[in-house]
């Protein structure tokens, strides 16, 4: 019987060491770019537009020219899935382009040029970005994007610390272990825009989306490093009121958020409207754990 223990022991430890061993080499797999890549399990037919990389988690975001599809692939490495299944996590988000997406297309030889940092972004006109630097410096400014005496219809921006966001999604409460049911707030992210990694609400750094109207068009530019990509979709009847931008907005958002809070959230919409007459900005942010908060500050013709 003592012999019989000894010999399932032993079996027990070959087989924890065999698993870890996997689970082990699954993590070193994710060293590599074009090994995650391979593991997102991308078809042929997409481009890559985006890449990134934090700790244990690899995201690739893709363009399907031919129909508007917007992709982001999700890798991730996590001891349980990898120890017992033997497996990477995969998810896949799909949207409905906001804009053509195509002339941020990059070849996939690009990440090869990969060195490993826990920290590491890829865009084309940045090529890779490592470490601090993915921080949202390279972003252009609310400044830059509108001036004074520019008419607009509508100026809208988003903000992510450390994932690629392409969709809307619900707000839920936490789950209860004494409850069933999921109490959900409200909905956050902008459907079909890609929102790419590092932001500063202080400087006014984001992913902006400049909406103006021309005649029965309404022209609809997105903002981004280096580039701007710009589709105009038919108005509705409803357009027709716009606003004269006069800037005072871009104080407004230094003061939106108390700085204490700033380092924790991990994605912010923000809505801006500035006019002759007064100017503020509001918005909605998500924080780790299920939270959320939404804040709003505004200035009057008279400066207060």
Known sequence: MTGLRKVLKTLLLIVLLVLGMRAAYLKYELRSAVVAYERAGVPENE??????????????????????????YTVE???????????????????EALVNYSPLAMNVSLLRN????????????????????????????LSDVIKPGEVYYSIEGTGSR??????????????????????????????????????????????????KLQGDRLNITVFYPGISLSTAIKAKRCMNETMTFTGKSVQLLREAIPKVVLPDITYIQVWVSDDSGNASVEGIFLLPNYRYGTFEESLGSDGS
């Open 47 to 72: 481009t890559l537009v985006a890449a990134y990389h934090h700790g244990n988690t690899w995201q690739f975001s893709t363009y399907i020219d031919g129909n508007g599809i917007l992709k982001v």
């Open 77 to 95: 490495w996590k001891p349980l899935p990898a120890f017992i299944l033997g497996r990477l996590g995969r998810k896949v988000e799909r949207a």
């Open 114 to 141: 990969y060195r490993p940092h826990r920290t590491a972004f890829l865009f084309k006109t940045l090529g890779w970005v490592y470490g601090d630097k993915v921080n949202g410096s390279y972003l252009p400014a």
């Open 162 to 211: 450390d994932r690629i966001w392409i969709k809307t999604k619900t707000i839920c409460d936490p789950p209860s272990i004494f409850a069933h049911d999921y109490v959900c707030r409200g909905f956050i992210g902008y459907e079909g825009l890609l929102t790419i990694p590092g932001y500063s609400l202080e400087s006014g750094q984001m992913v902006w989306v400049v909406k």
